[in-house]
């Protein structure tokens, strides 16, 4: 260390270097002397961090970050987080987390440095509606597969596709003649098993309609194309601050939408996208993509003909990621606006 316990009242900045028992601090004064640099248990921290006056804290955006940005909020320091891979590069030599403290209260002084939002209780609870879903459409899928799987063994095959599996899944029930009846006894819990998920699955599902229902910037979303419940609630969710983005571009960026760049002496080589950023949105946003164009027929706005133009000379899944970056700077326009999408004529 290089001072006391009794200097704290001179500490500017913290780095604090999560866990989930033992912490580590790195405590700084106003010319970046170091006044802290120790271990610190879990049940320590608060009393730590009360005995402080208001200070800037920083912390990487990771598991328990929001808890403790709202806890140490609570006591008057003003909580930054910030992407680990951006914290990364503040790193000396050998990683620890004394290291990882110490690059964290460098880091968090850098103007240009990127920020992270502090979420809210119930913002964190839609979100983690959202990938309570995404698990057991995961579980769903995986059980559906198990089930083609199995009656191939026996010879009995279908299709590709989930409403060919559920077919599959229906002649078990069903007790159908095709299939042997210790094959059908072993394979009766994966059916039972796939009823229950996809109850539960529409049980997420009235839950998000009913809160995106009550929610105007939600609303909002759900009047561009491909985008709907599910996907309006998830992006108003995630993204609680567009002002934080300078551009359209950069939110495109941001859900890893834009090509990968690899640019030196003034040539530009753009590569395929990053896929960077937030895989759930982007996920999403390329699925109600593959909605839009699977249903242009029937529409002339200035967007699906865009689409249909680009169909003639490049991939449909080409197309569908170049539409869903186009839906993303959409979002952010609506986002940025607090008006609806309004569709212009392809004329």
């Given at each position: 260390m290089g001072k006391t316990i009794t200097d704290l009242s001179v500490v500017t900045t913290?780095?604090?270097?999560?866990?989930?028992?033992?912490?580590?601090?790195?405590?700084?004064?106003?010319?970046?002397?170091?006044v802290v640099a120790r271990a610190l248990r879990r049940k320590d921290v608060t009393g730590f961090f009360a005995a402080l006056r208001p200070c800037l804290v920083g912390m990487e955006a990771c598991g328990s970050a929001h808890h403790w940005a709202r806890t140490l909020g609570a006591l008057g320091h003003d909580v930054r987080l910030m992407p680990p891979v951006y914290v990364k590069a503040y790193v000396r030599r050998q990683k620890n987390d004394a290291a990882d403290a110490a690059a964290i209260c460098e880091a968090v002084t850098r103007p240009s440095m990127r920020f992270v939002p502090i979420r809210s209780v119930e913002n964190q609870a839609m979100l983690m509606r959202h990938r309570v879903r995404e698990l057991l459409v995961g579980q769903r899928?995986?059980?559906?597969?198990?089930?083609?799987?199995?009656?191939?063994?026996?010879?009995?095959?279908?299709?590709?596709g989930a409403p060919h599996a559920r077919a599959l899944a229906a002649l078990v029930v069903?007790?159908?003649?095709?299939?042997?009846?210790?094959v059908r006894v072993a394979l009766l819990p994966l059916v039972a098993q796939l009823a229950n998920l996809d109850a539960e699955i529409a049980r997420v599902d009235r839950a998000i309609k009913a809160l995106a229902s009550a929610d105007d910037?939600?609303?909002?979303?759900?009047?561009?194309?491909?985008?709907?419940?599910?996907?309006?609630?998830a992006i108003a969710a995630s993204v609680t601050e567009p002002a934080a983005f300078a551009?359209?571009?950069?939110?495109?960026?941001?859900?890893?939408?834009?090509?990968?760049q690899h640019s030196s002496g003034g040539k530009e080589r753009l590569g395929?996208?990053?896929?960077?950023?937030?895989?759930?949105?982007?996920?999403?946003?390329?699925?109600?993509?593959h909605a839009v164009l699977y249903h242009r027929n029937g529409h002339d706005d200035a967007l699906r003909s865009w689409a249909r133009k680009l169909l003639g000379t490049k991939p449909f899944k080409l197309v569908a990621v170049a539409l869903a970056n186009k839906l993303a700077r959409i979002v952010f326009a609506v986002l940025r606006s607090g008006t609806g999408y309004q569709a212009r004529s392809a004329a």
């Open positions: 913290v780095g604090l270097d999560l866990a989930k028992h033992v912490f580590q601090v790195h405590a700084v004064d106003a010319e970046g002397r170091v899928t995986q059980l559906l597969n198990a089930i083609r799987g199995h009656l191939g063994e026996v010879g009995i095959i279908a299709a590709q069903a007790s159908d003649t095709s299939i042997p009846e210790p910037k939600v609303r909002r979303l759900m009047t561009i194309p491909g985008i709907g419940p599910i996907t309006a609630s551009c359209a571009r950069e939110f495109a960026a941001f859900l890893g939408l834009t090509p990968r395929r996208i990053s896929k960077m950023g937030n895989r759930y949105l982007r996920t999403l946003l390329v699925v109600g993509a």
